[in-house]
């Protein structure tokens, strides 16, 4: 999503997550953001993240290779977008919500916005 303005702070990164979820579930609802700090840290969030494991499925050899991914992932996310400048975890609920665990993220570079959606699905 192209941005206007820079978001700067919780208010404005929750501002830009919902306008960024309503324009495929309306009726969804942003609840809160949380920002990762600083901001480089992302890369390192983003695989710890991945490696979680958290329901046990995984053997630590495919915790090893999902961070090998998880980094492989994060040089993706940068070619696309550009150096990721701001980050935010997103407190989501849609409005079909269902059981499920996921962690979605405002991703924010110059002039852009995106939500990478990671979830585990139990």
Not at 2 to 7: A, E, G, H, Y
Not at 59 to 77: H, K, M, N, V, Y
Not at 107 to 114: H, I, M, N, P
């Amino acid at each position: 999503m192209p941005l206007d303005k820079f978001p700067v702070g919780a208010s404005a990164m929750k501002t830009c997550a919902a306008r960024f979820y309503r324009e495929w579930d309306p009726d969804g609802k942003v609840t809160g953001v949380t920002s990762v700090t600083p901001a480089d840290r992302w890369r390192t969030a983003l695989i710890e993240h991945v490696t979680e494991n958290p329901f046990d499925y995984l053997p630590e050899e495919s915790c090893a290779e999902t961070a090998r991914l998880g980094g492989q992932l994060a040089d993706l996310i940068e070619t696309e977008l550009g150096d990721v400048l701001s980050v935010a975890t997103v407190d989501y609920r849609p409005s079909g919500w269902y059981a499920a665990q996921w962690t979605d993220w405002l991703l924010v570079t110059a002039g852009r916005a995106t939500i990478l959606h990671l979830g585990w699905d139990s």
